[in-house]
């Protein structure tokens, strides 16, 4: 066994988030520091990507704000994270789903898997 490769899985906490694939829509309560204070905002979006594996795992998720593309990626194993719900999952028949950046209105909807 690689020496980096047992490092990793001894340092990675095994999250209980939800199983959650690229076109799900879910929401992201992570906590943000502000000064002394600590809060906890959500993310609420579709998840365009999963990549990596083990301790390097991230995903991204996208949303619309005022009319704008917001992109967040967030690392699997993350201590800021707090929970992940999972809304609605999503019919898609990509791994990675760029080409909804291109996409405006109805256009960008993603089917929801029954």
Avoid: C, H, W
């Avoid at 609420?44 to 990626?73: C, L, P, Y």
């Avoid at 019919?91 to 909804?100: D, G, K, M, S, W």
């Amino acid at each position: 066994m690689d020496f980096v490769q047992y490092v990793n899985e001894q340092m990675l906490k095994k999250p209980d988030f939800p199983n959650f694939r690229p076109g799900d829509n879910i929401v992201v309560s992570y906590k943000i520091k502000e000064g002394d204070k600590e809060r906890i905002q959500a993310f609420r979006g579709d998840v365009i990507q999963i990549k990596g594996k083990g301790a390097t795992k991230t995903f991204t998720v996208r949303k619309i704000s005022n009319s704008i593309g917001v992109e967040r990626i967030f690392p699997y194993s993350s201590q800021t994270i707090d929970e992940i719900k999972l809304l609605k999952r999503g019919r898609v028949r990509r791994a990675r789903l760029f080409y909804i950046r291109g996409l405006i209105g109805k256009k960008a909807r993603i089917k929801e898997r029954r």
